[in-house]
Protein backbone atom coordinates (compact mmCIF):
# COMPACT_ATOMS: atom_id res chain seq x y z
CA UNK A 1 0.00 0.00 0.00
CA UNK A 2 0.99 3.39 -0.85
CA UNK A 3 0.80 6.75 0.46
CA UNK A 4 1.74 9.79 -1.56
CA UNK A 5 1.36 13.27 -0.51
CA UNK A 6 3.78 15.47 -2.04
CA UNK A 7 4.67 19.06 -2.59
CA UNK A 8 6.22 19.38 -6.29
CA UNK A 9 8.29 16.07 -6.65
CA UNK A 10 9.02 15.87 -2.70
CA UNK A 11 12.03 17.34 -3.11
CA UNK A 12 12.05 21.26 -2.75
CA UNK A 13 14.66 22.97 -3.67
CA UNK A 14 15.27 26.68 -2.01
CA UNK A 15 17.68 29.43 -3.20
CA UNK A 16 18.45 30.40 0.10
CA UNK A 17 19.74 33.97 -0.86
CA UNK A 18 17.07 34.45 -2.46
CA UNK A 19 14.49 33.63 0.58
CA UNK A 20 15.01 36.43 3.46
CA UNK A 21 12.95 35.16 5.51
CA UNK A 22 14.65 31.58 5.64
CA UNK A 23 15.97 30.25 9.25
CA UNK A 24 19.06 30.33 10.23
CA UNK A 25 20.08 26.81 9.95
CA UNK A 26 18.77 26.36 6.97
CA UNK A 27 20.81 29.83 5.67
CA UNK A 28 23.80 28.59 7.16
CA UNK A 29 23.67 25.26 5.30
CA UNK A 30 22.79 27.00 2.04
CA UNK A 31 25.37 28.65 2.27
CA UNK A 32 28.20 26.12 2.56
CA UNK A 33 26.54 23.95 -0.21
CA UNK A 34 24.75 26.84 -2.68
CA UNK A 35 21.77 24.91 -2.12
CA UNK A 36 19.91 23.22 0.45
CA UNK A 37 16.55 21.37 0.13
CA UNK A 38 14.00 19.90 2.94
CA UNK A 39 12.39 16.88 2.05
CA UNK A 40 8.76 17.64 2.57
CA UNK A 41 5.59 15.17 1.91
CA UNK A 42 4.60 12.01 3.53
CA UNK A 43 6.81 8.71 3.26
CA UNK A 44 4.75 5.57 4.56
CA UNK A 45 6.35 2.40 5.49
CA UNK A 46 4.50 -1.10 6.14
CA UNK A 47 7.21 -2.92 8.01
CA UNK A 48 6.78 -6.40 8.85
CA UNK A 49 8.79 -8.43 12.06
CA UNK A 50 12.35 -9.98 11.82
CA UNK A 51 11.85 -12.61 14.78
CA UNK A 52 12.88 -13.38 17.33
CA UNK A 53 11.36 -10.86 19.36
CA UNK A 54 14.03 -9.09 21.99
CA UNK A 55 11.54 -8.51 24.90
CA UNK A 56 10.19 -5.20 24.15
CA UNK A 57 12.60 -4.98 21.71
CA UNK A 58 11.30 -5.27 17.78
CA UNK A 59 13.12 -5.40 15.05
CA UNK A 60 11.09 -4.80 11.55
CA UNK A 61 11.73 -4.14 8.23
CA UNK A 62 9.97 -3.55 4.79
CA UNK A 63 9.35 -0.82 2.04
CA UNK A 64 8.70 2.08 1.78
CA UNK A 65 7.06 5.08 -0.27
CA UNK A 66 5.98 7.95 -0.94
CA UNK A 67 8.00 11.76 -0.40
CA UNK A 68 11.09 8.55 -0.21
CA UNK A 69 11.14 5.20 -1.80
CA UNK A 70 12.75 2.41 -0.49
CA UNK A 71 13.32 0.36 2.51
CA UNK A 72 13.09 1.00 6.04
CA UNK A 73 14.84 -1.26 9.38
CA UNK A 74 13.77 -0.10 12.02
CA UNK A 75 14.71 -1.23 16.06
CA UNK A 76 11.46 -0.37 17.85
CA UNK A 77 11.81 -0.22 21.60
CA UNK A 78 8.27 -0.60 23.11
CA UNK A 79 7.13 0.34 26.55
CA UNK A 80 5.61 3.78 28.55
CA UNK A 81 6.84 5.33 25.49
CA UNK A 82 7.65 4.28 22.23
CA UNK A 83 11.58 5.10 20.77
CA UNK A 84 13.21 3.74 17.91
CA UNK A 85 16.51 3.73 15.90
CA UNK A 86 15.62 3.64 11.79
CA UNK A 87 17.54 3.43 8.76
CA UNK A 88 15.98 4.27 5.41
CA UNK A 89 17.30 3.44 2.28
CA UNK A 90 17.12 4.27 -1.01
CA UNK A 91 18.20 4.80 -4.47
CA UNK A 92 19.69 8.36 -3.42
CA UNK A 93 21.67 7.15 0.01
CA UNK A 94 20.65 6.38 3.43
CA UNK A 95 19.02 8.47 5.93
CA UNK A 96 19.64 7.24 9.56
CA UNK A 97 17.15 8.53 12.73
CA UNK A 98 15.96 7.86 15.33
CA UNK A 99 11.91 8.78 17.10
CA UNK A 100 10.36 8.74 20.16
CA UNK A 101 6.40 8.79 20.41
CA UNK A 102 3.83 8.26 23.06
CA UNK A 103 1.48 5.62 22.62
CA UNK A 104 -2.31 6.57 21.82
CA UNK A 105 -5.10 4.08 21.68
CA UNK A 106 -6.12 0.70 23.14
CA UNK A 107 -6.33 -2.41 22.01
CA UNK A 108 -5.09 -4.47 19.58
CA UNK A 109 -4.07 -1.70 17.27
CA UNK A 110 -1.51 0.39 18.76
CA UNK A 111 -0.86 3.57 17.45
CA UNK A 112 1.90 6.25 18.61
CA UNK A 113 2.86 9.79 17.71
CA UNK A 114 5.69 12.01 18.34
CA UNK A 115 9.13 12.55 16.17
CA UNK A 116 11.93 11.20 14.04
CA UNK A 117 15.33 13.17 14.06
CA UNK A 118 17.99 12.72 11.18
CA UNK A 119 20.88 11.75 12.57
CA UNK A 120 22.95 11.50 10.02
CA UNK A 121 23.05 9.77 6.14
CA UNK A 122 24.68 9.15 2.79
CA UNK A 123 24.61 9.72 -0.77
CA UNK A 124 22.41 12.55 -1.23
CA UNK A 125 21.02 12.62 2.05
CA UNK A 126 25.22 12.79 3.71
CA UNK A 127 23.78 16.09 5.20
CA UNK A 128 20.11 15.45 6.41
CA UNK A 129 19.36 16.70 9.38
CA UNK A 130 16.15 18.30 11.10
CA UNK A 131 13.15 16.51 12.45
CA UNK A 132 9.79 15.43 11.15
CA UNK A 133 6.54 14.27 12.38
CA UNK A 134 6.08 10.60 13.19
CA UNK A 135 3.20 8.93 13.31
CA UNK A 136 2.71 5.00 13.58
CA UNK A 137 0.52 1.76 14.32
CA UNK A 138 1.54 -1.59 15.93
CA UNK A 139 -0.97 -4.68 15.39
CA UNK A 140 0.14 -6.31 18.32
CA UNK A 141 -1.38 -9.40 17.26
CA UNK A 142 1.46 -9.79 14.28
CA UNK A 143 3.57 -7.07 15.25
CA UNK A 144 3.31 -5.22 11.65
CA UNK A 145 4.14 -1.47 11.70
CA UNK A 146 2.65 1.02 9.85
CA UNK A 147 4.98 4.20 10.46
CA UNK A 148 4.74 7.44 8.60
CA UNK A 149 6.97 10.22 8.74
CA UNK A 150 5.60 13.54 7.89
CA UNK A 151 8.17 16.57 6.58
CA UNK A 152 7.41 19.37 8.31
CA UNK A 153 9.99 21.80 6.52
CA UNK A 154 12.43 20.70 9.27
CA UNK A 155 13.97 17.94 7.80
CA UNK A 156 16.81 19.36 5.79
CA UNK A 157 19.57 18.00 3.13
CA UNK B 1 5.07 -27.71 37.74
CA UNK B 2 7.34 -24.61 36.11
CA UNK B 3 6.69 -21.85 39.01
CA UNK B 4 9.66 -20.83 40.24
CA UNK B 5 10.11 -18.54 42.50
CA UNK B 6 13.28 -17.62 42.04
CA UNK B 7 14.15 -14.99 44.76
CA UNK B 8 17.51 -14.14 44.97
CA UNK B 9 17.03 -11.51 46.85
CA UNK B 10 13.99 -10.01 48.65
CA UNK B 11 14.95 -6.88 50.80
CA UNK B 12 12.88 -4.27 52.74
CA UNK B 13 14.46 -1.14 52.15
CA UNK B 14 12.17 0.40 55.18
CA UNK B 15 12.90 0.81 59.06
CA UNK B 16 11.09 -0.49 61.60
CA UNK B 17 10.10 2.56 62.10
CA UNK B 18 8.08 2.67 59.27
CA UNK B 19 5.68 0.67 57.76
CA UNK B 20 7.51 -2.65 55.63
CA UNK B 21 7.16 -3.69 52.22
CA UNK B 22 8.54 -7.15 51.10
CA UNK B 23 8.29 -7.98 47.51
CA UNK B 24 8.70 -11.68 45.61
CA UNK B 25 8.53 -12.13 41.60
CA UNK B 26 8.62 -14.93 39.93
CA UNK B 27 8.43 -15.95 35.70
CA UNK B 28 6.57 -18.91 34.50
CA UNK B 29 8.31 -20.16 31.94
CA UNK B 30 11.38 -18.08 33.41
CA UNK B 31 13.26 -19.06 30.20
CA UNK B 32 15.29 -16.37 27.73
CA UNK B 33 13.21 -15.49 24.98
CA UNK B 34 10.05 -16.62 26.69
CA UNK B 35 6.64 -15.77 26.66
CA UNK B 36 5.75 -15.37 30.26
CA UNK B 37 3.66 -14.88 33.18
CA UNK B 38 4.66 -12.66 35.43
CA UNK B 39 3.95 -13.21 39.33
CA UNK B 40 3.96 -10.36 41.93
CA UNK B 41 3.49 -10.84 45.69
CA UNK B 42 3.91 -8.10 47.91
CA UNK B 43 3.30 -8.42 51.62
CA UNK B 44 2.82 -4.97 54.19
CA UNK B 45 4.03 -5.49 57.75
CA UNK B 46 3.00 -2.85 60.11
CA UNK B 47 5.67 0.08 61.61
CA UNK B 48 6.93 -1.47 65.13
CA UNK B 49 3.97 -1.56 67.97
CA UNK B 50 1.49 -1.35 65.28
CA UNK B 51 -1.43 -4.05 64.23
CA UNK B 52 -1.89 -2.86 61.17
CA UNK B 53 -0.38 -0.71 58.42
CA UNK B 54 -1.39 2.32 57.09
CA UNK B 55 -3.73 2.33 54.96
CA UNK B 56 -2.53 1.82 51.34
CA UNK B 57 -3.28 4.81 48.72
CA UNK B 58 -0.09 3.75 46.02
CA UNK B 59 1.57 0.83 44.19
CA UNK B 60 4.80 2.07 42.13
CA UNK B 61 6.08 -1.38 40.59
CA UNK B 62 9.32 -0.58 38.63
CA UNK B 63 10.12 -3.30 35.88
CA UNK B 64 13.27 -3.85 33.53
CA UNK B 65 11.84 -1.90 30.14
CA UNK B 66 13.30 -4.73 28.26
CA UNK B 67 10.94 -6.61 29.33
CA UNK B 68 7.58 -6.50 26.91
CA UNK B 69 5.11 -5.70 28.76
CA UNK B 70 3.21 -2.91 25.54
CA UNK B 71 4.09 -5.83 23.01
CA UNK B 72 2.58 -8.38 24.89
CA UNK B 73 -0.24 -10.13 23.12
CA UNK B 74 -2.44 -9.11 26.46
CA UNK B 75 -5.23 -6.79 26.52
CA UNK B 76 -6.30 -6.56 22.99
CA UNK B 77 -9.43 -5.26 23.66
CA UNK B 78 -10.79 -2.71 26.62
CA UNK B 79 -12.85 -2.50 29.52
CA UNK B 80 -14.68 0.30 30.51
CA UNK B 81 -14.16 1.39 34.62
CA UNK B 82 -18.56 1.52 34.36
CA UNK B 83 -18.68 -1.58 32.51
CA UNK B 84 -16.77 -3.23 35.82
CA UNK B 85 -18.87 -1.48 38.15
CA UNK B 86 -22.13 -2.27 36.75
CA UNK B 87 -21.47 -5.97 35.59
CA UNK B 88 -18.16 -6.73 37.06
CA UNK B 89 -15.11 -8.33 35.54
CA UNK B 90 -17.41 -11.26 33.96
CA UNK B 91 -18.88 -8.68 31.91
CA UNK B 92 -15.76 -7.52 29.90
CA UNK B 93 -14.20 -8.87 26.78
CA UNK B 94 -12.20 -11.91 26.82
CA UNK B 95 -9.54 -9.98 25.42
CA UNK B 96 -9.70 -7.51 27.90
CA UNK B 97 -8.42 -9.70 30.37
CA UNK B 98 -4.67 -9.42 31.34
CA UNK B 99 -4.51 -10.65 34.41
CA UNK B 100 -5.78 -11.81 38.48
CA UNK B 101 -4.55 -11.55 41.59
CA UNK B 102 -5.98 -11.21 45.33
CA UNK B 103 -5.70 -8.87 48.55
CA UNK B 104 -5.72 -9.74 51.51
CA UNK B 105 -7.18 -6.57 53.28
CA UNK B 106 -7.95 -6.22 57.04
CA UNK B 107 -10.50 -3.67 58.71
CA UNK B 108 -9.79 -2.47 61.54
CA UNK B 109 -12.41 -2.83 64.32
CA UNK B 110 -11.51 -0.97 67.67
CA UNK B 111 -8.73 -3.46 69.13
CA UNK B 112 -9.24 -6.23 66.92
CA UNK B 113 -9.11 -6.36 62.88
CA UNK B 114 -11.01 -8.43 60.73
CA UNK B 115 -9.74 -9.90 57.56
CA UNK B 116 -11.31 -10.26 53.86
CA UNK B 117 -9.59 -11.89 51.00
CA UNK B 118 -11.01 -10.50 47.76
CA UNK B 119 -9.97 -11.33 44.66
CA UNK B 120 -8.50 -9.02 41.60
CA UNK B 121 -9.01 -9.10 38.12
CA UNK B 122 -6.32 -7.11 36.12
CA UNK B 123 -8.66 -5.74 32.49
CA UNK B 124 -6.90 -3.37 29.97
CA UNK B 125 -8.63 -0.01 30.38
CA UNK B 126 -9.03 3.08 27.92
CA UNK B 127 -5.77 4.53 27.32
CA UNK B 128 -5.11 7.76 30.49
CA UNK B 129 -3.26 10.92 29.00
CA UNK B 130 -1.65 9.24 25.72
CA UNK B 131 -0.64 6.53 28.73
CA UNK B 132 -1.52 2.56 28.37
CA UNK B 133 -4.04 1.74 31.48
CA UNK B 134 -5.56 -0.99 33.28
CA UNK B 135 -7.77 -1.30 35.96
CA UNK B 136 -7.39 -3.51 38.86
CA UNK B 137 -11.06 -4.70 39.90
CA UNK B 138 -11.01 -6.15 43.32
CA UNK B 139 -13.79 -7.48 44.99
CA UNK B 140 -14.72 -9.35 48.25
CA UNK B 141 -17.89 -10.80 49.72
CA UNK B 142 -17.39 -11.77 53.17
CA UNK B 143 -17.25 -10.27 55.92
CA UNK B 144 -18.18 -7.19 53.61
CA UNK B 145 -19.86 -7.08 50.29
CA UNK B 146 -17.63 -4.71 48.13
CA UNK B 147 -16.08 -3.40 44.89
CA UNK B 148 -12.84 -1.33 44.16
CA UNK B 149 -11.67 -0.32 40.75
CA UNK B 150 -8.08 0.49 40.51
CA UNK B 151 -6.65 2.48 37.97
CA UNK B 152 -3.09 1.60 36.91
CA UNK B 153 -0.80 3.11 34.28
CA UNK B 154 2.65 2.39 32.45
CA UNK B 155 4.55 4.91 33.28
CA UNK B 156 8.17 6.09 31.82
CA UNK B 157 10.90 6.54 34.60
CA UNK B 158 13.46 9.09 34.40
CA UNK B 159 16.03 5.53 34.24
CA UNK B 160 15.36 4.08 30.94
CA UNK B 161 16.05 0.98 31.72
CA UNK B 162 13.20 0.56 33.71
CA UNK B 163 9.23 1.78 33.29
CA UNK B 164 6.81 1.34 36.33
CA UNK B 165 3.18 -0.05 36.86
CA UNK B 166 1.47 2.66 38.95
CA UNK B 167 -1.83 2.04 40.70
CA UNK B 168 -3.97 4.36 42.70
CA UNK B 169 -5.35 2.87 45.75
CA UNK B 170 -8.57 5.12 46.89
CA UNK B 171 -9.21 4.97 50.46
CA UNK B 172 -12.37 3.12 51.94
CA UNK B 173 -13.50 2.81 55.52
CA UNK B 174 -13.94 -0.57 57.32
CA UNK B 175 -17.25 1.54 58.99
CA UNK B 176 -18.47 4.55 58.80
CA UNK B 177 -16.21 7.22 60.20
CA UNK B 178 -13.95 4.43 61.27
CA UNK B 179 -10.50 3.84 59.90
CA UNK B 180 -9.67 3.11 56.77
CA UNK B 181 -8.84 -0.47 55.81
CA UNK B 182 -5.83 -1.65 55.20
CA UNK B 183 -4.45 -3.58 53.19
CA UNK B 184 -1.49 -6.60 53.84
CA UNK B 185 -0.63 -9.05 50.98
CA UNK B 186 -1.27 -8.23 47.24
CA UNK B 187 -0.82 -11.23 44.60
CA UNK B 188 -1.25 -10.59 41.09
CA UNK B 189 -0.40 -12.81 37.93
CA UNK B 190 0.07 -10.70 34.71
CA UNK B 191 0.24 -12.57 31.56
CA UNK B 192 -1.59 -15.52 29.34
CA UNK B 193 -1.36 -18.17 32.02
CA UNK B 194 -5.51 -19.03 32.92
CA UNK B 195 -6.34 -16.84 29.79
CA UNK B 196 -8.43 -18.00 27.30
CA UNK B 197 -8.61 -15.33 23.68
CA UNK B 198 -11.47 -16.06 20.91
CA UNK B 199 -10.22 -14.84 17.21
CA UNK B 200 -12.92 -14.21 14.25
CA UNK B 201 -12.04 -16.63 12.07
CA UNK B 202 -14.37 -18.09 8.41
CA UNK B 203 -14.98 -20.91 11.50
CA UNK B 204 -16.28 -18.91 13.56
CA UNK B 205 -14.52 -17.97 16.99
CA UNK B 206 -11.28 -19.56 17.77
CA UNK B 207 -9.91 -19.91 21.11
CA UNK B 208 -6.47 -19.14 21.76
CA UNK B 209 -4.00 -18.80 24.66
CA UNK B 210 -2.72 -14.77 23.98
CA UNK B 211 1.10 -13.98 23.75
CA UNK B 212 2.63 -13.29 27.01
CA UNK B 213 5.13 -10.98 28.38
CA UNK B 214 8.37 -10.85 26.52
CA UNK B 215 11.45 -11.61 27.76
CA UNK B 216 14.98 -10.57 26.30
CA UNK B 217 16.53 -13.89 24.76
CA UNK B 218 19.26 -13.01 27.20
CA UNK B 219 18.28 -12.33 30.80
CA UNK B 220 20.62 -10.23 32.84
CA UNK B 221 24.02 -11.88 34.85
CA UNK B 222 22.05 -10.70 37.83
CA UNK B 223 18.43 -11.21 36.98
CA UNK B 224 15.85 -8.91 36.45
CA UNK B 225 15.29 -6.43 39.05
CA UNK B 226 12.12 -5.75 40.35
CA UNK B 227 11.04 -2.64 42.75
CA UNK B 228 7.90 -2.07 44.77
CA UNK B 229 7.25 1.33 46.40
CA UNK B 230 4.13 1.93 48.27
CA UNK B 231 2.43 5.00 49.70
CA UNK B 232 0.57 4.99 52.78
CA UNK B 233 -2.40 8.00 53.80
CA UNK B 234 0.27 8.32 56.71
CA UNK B 235 2.64 10.29 54.61
CA UNK B 236 4.93 7.23 55.18
CA UNK B 237 6.23 4.71 52.11
CA UNK B 238 8.10 1.82 52.31
CA UNK B 239 9.95 -0.16 49.64
CA UNK B 240 11.31 -3.55 48.64
CA UNK B 241 13.27 -5.13 45.59
CA UNK B 242 14.24 -8.12 44.20
CA UNK B 243 16.00 -10.19 41.52
CA UNK B 244 14.81 -12.98 38.90
CA UNK B 245 16.87 -14.31 36.98
CA UNK B 246 16.36 -16.97 33.75
CA UNK B 247 17.09 -20.73 33.72
Known sequence: ?157 | MLVAWVCLSALPAAASADPEARLHVSLEPDRPGAETTIGFAVQVLPSAGQQLPPALTGVELRYPSSIGVAVSGLGLLTCSERTLELRGPGGCPAEAWMGVGSVLTAIPLGAASVYEQTTASIVRAPETGNRIAMYFDVEGDTPVLAQLVLPGVLTATKAPAYESLDIRVPLVEGIVGGSYVAVTDLHATLGPKSLTYYERTSHGFVPYRPRGILLPSRCPAAGFRFTVRLSFVSGQSASSHTRVGCR
Open chain 1, 1 to 157: MLELIRRGDGRRLVRAMALPAMSALLLSVAMGTTWAATLSGTATAHLHLVPPIEGSTLYEEGPVAGALTGTVKARLQTGALFTGQFTIRTRSGNILGRGSADPHGSGRYQSFSGSFVATGGTGRYARIHGRANLYGVIDRRTDAVTLQTVGNGKLIY
